[in-house]
């Protein structure tokens, strides 16, 4: 029993020495706490790049016409705030058509713009011009036989009472009738004329006869002077045979006293 006692209090009295020396050593200070972990925001995302524009058709439909007629065009366009076509079209939407009637061969540009850019695309509309008009047809030639020419346009020569020279007017009828003369003979080569001398009544049938041969021959000597070939050219007299008129006054005495042309047999 006393033993016990005598361990125990060599065992307390150990404890307080160890614990009295560790009294005597000098406090040592605590860490100091870590500093708070602050964390940094996240930047945000970028936001994304804006599409550009496109398109998808843009065709005319048909590509070639005639002048006249109308081409249809359409066009589709993504991702676009403005849209417009040249050429007098203007703005248009986004999926759309117009016909266009173009005088000639014509370029459309589509032009789509937007926040990602401009992109342009263009089509052509061929015009064929009209083939020119037929020419307009001949007229028709309208051919007269020299013998109907010469009735339609010669003149009758006409003189005075128990005369067979050319008067003054007779002169230029005359003339004019051997510028027919000469058209009729260059187209027809075998074409021949008969100068017919008449007169009026008054007088023997033998005198007028002489008298009209006289008058025939005076107009033929004129056209030969004009250039006529005389072997085209024939006379003959009917005197007073033949009249225009029968009248007994001076007017048709005038009508009466006469050459006149026939076209030979």
Not at 40 to 54: A, M
Request: aromatic fraction near 6%.
């Amino acid at each position: 029993m006393r033993m016990k006692m005598r361990t125990l209090s060599a065992a307390v009295f150990a404890a307080t020495l160890f614990l009295a020396a560790a009294g005597c050593k000098k406090k040592v200070a605590a860490a100091p706490p870590p500093p708070p972990v602050v964390e940094t925001p996240k930047p945000p995302p970028p936001e994304p790049k804006p599409q550009p524009p496109r398109i998808d058709t843009f065709a005319a439909e048909p590509a070639t016409i005639e002048r006249g007629q109308s081409s249809t065009l359409r066009w589709s366009i993504a991702s676009a705030t403005n849209m417009s076509i040249d050429q007098g079209v203007g703005a248009v939407q986004a999926n759309g058509s117009r016909q266009v009637t173009p005088n000639g061969s014509t370029t459309y540009t589509l032009t789509a713009s937007g926040a990602g850019g401009t992109v342009t695309r263009s089509v052509t509309v061929n015009v064929n011009a009209p083939p020119p008009p037929p020419p307009p047809a001949p007229k028709p030639v309208v051919t007269i036989s020299s013998a109907d020419m010469l009735t339609r346009e010669a003149q009758d020569i006409f003189f005075d009472y128990d005369m067979s020279d050319l008067r003054a007017d007779a002169q230029r009828a005359a003339t004019a009738n051997a510028e027919l003369l000469k058209r009729i003979f260059a187209q027809d080569s075998n074409f021949t004329v008969i100068i017919e001398g008449h007169c009026d009544e008054r007088g023997s049938a033998e005198y007028n006869l002489g008298l009209g041969d006289r008058r025939a021959t005076s107009l033929k000597e004129f056209y030969v002077q004009q250039g006529l070939p005389a072997e085209r050219i024939r006379t003959i007299s009917y005197g007073k045979e033949r009249p225009q008129c029968t009248d007994a006054n001076e007017a048709c005495y005038q009508r009466n006293r006469r050459d006149h042309m026939a076209a030979g047999q």
